[in-house]
């Protein structure tokens, strides 16, 4: 597999872009890969999505989200994710699990609804051969999106379950700053539970509200080769996804975000498009 064969871009790095003309960009530009959201699939219609990905050619290597099992634990939404996700022909649904419930304070015993959700929501997603993989998020998330801040907090949650049904995404912007990260990657490897890989870098300052920081490639801080190489090593022959969330691309013509997006990827896995197709240099 060669790494463009294994470059995916996140719907919502180009939000600003419909789902036709997303589909059409990444045809254009030789992008093999989609991750989608639930909501802008909704939006467009649960089986158009799935028509228009498919006749596109394109694969779904994501469904974002399910999850936030702490504040809203409505398992109905989850099951219905998974339904989604086969529909879509992806075998993953990422999961942000969910903060500290209303008035909470105690992580660990958030964490202990997490794991309580997920023995309920597993056998149903197995069951349609869809796996569930734990996201974890920076610990500024932890109080009110994700009570999940490291890759060990997440594999512990998946250790009860079988690795084919319940893993991890490995997301830079998210474990860049642990020192137990690149550990806790090989263990998931060896595990067989890196169920995908995200890229995104670390910009500062922060905007205010910090979700919608996620820089571009190339623009942090971040090692991301390293990270990629890390990946590789433990393994991991999956799709490399690349999410964004940044006003300052959403702003911006969302074709040329995308194609400065496909180009920076092709920048970082040393990739160069054959003569008269895809990127231009």
Same mark, same amino acid.
């Given at each position: 597999m060669t790494d463009l064969a294994r470059f995916s871009v996140n719907q919502m790095t180009v939000k600003q872009l419909s789902l036709p003309e997303l589909t059409e960009g990444c045809v254009r530009l030789g992008i093999p890969g989609v991750g989608l959201w639930r909501g802008p699939v909704a939006e467009y219609g649960l089986e158009a999505t799935a028509e228009l990905v498919r006749d596109a050619g394109l694969t779904v !290597?994501? @469904?974002?989200?399910? &999850?936030?099992? !702490?504040? /809203?634990? =409505?398992?109905?939404?989850?099951r219905?994710?998974?339904?989604? /996700?086969? %529909? $879509?022909?992806? =075998? !993953?649904?990422?999961?942000?699990?969910? &903060? *500290?419930?209303?008035?909470?304070?105690? *992580?660990? #015993?958030?964490?202990? @609804?997490?794991?309580?959700? *997920?023995?309920e929501l597993v056998p149903y997603a197995a069951e349609r051969g869809v796996r569930l993989a734990i996201e974890p *998020?920076?610990?500024?998330? #932890?109080?009110?999106?994700?009570?999940?801040?490291?890759?060990?907090? #997440? $594999?512990d949650l998946a250790a009860p379950f079988p690795a084919g049904q319940v893993g991890v995404v490995v997301d830079t912007y998210h474990v860049w700053w642990d020192d137990r990260a690149p550990a806790a990657v090989a263990r998931a490897g060896e595990q067989?539970?890196?169920?995908?890989?995200? @890229?995104?870098?670390? %910009? !500062?300052? $922060?905007? #205010?509200?910090?979700?919608?920081g996620r820089g571009q490639l190339g623009d942090g801080t971040i090692d991301l080769r390293a990270?990629?190489?890390? @990946?590789?090593?433990?393994g991991y022959t999956g799709p490399v996804e690349v999410e964004l969330f940044n006003d300052e691309l959403w702003a911006r013509d969302g074709a040329e975000v995308l194609e400065e997006t496909a180009r920076r990827f092709g920048r970082l896995a040393g990739w160069r498009p054959r003569s008269g197709r895809g990127i231009p240099e």
């Open positions: !290597t994501t @469904l974002c989200r399910g &999850g936030f099992f !702490t504040t /809203a634990a =409505d398992l109905d939404d989850n219905a994710a998974v339904d989604e /996700a086969v %529909t $879509l022909g992806t =075998d !993953t649904l990422v999961l942000v699990s969910g &903060g *500290l419930p209303p008035g909470g304070r105690d *992580l660990a #015993a958030a964490r202990g @609804l997490i794991a309580d959700a *997920l023995a *998020l920076h610990p500024m998330y #932890a109080a009110d999106r994700c009570a999940v801040s490291t890759l060990d907090q #997440a $594999l067989g539970r890196i169920h995908a890989f995200q @890229l995104a870098d670390w %910009t !500062t300052p $922060l905007p #205010a509200g910090v979700l919608n990270w990629w190489d890390r @990946l590789d090593a433990a």
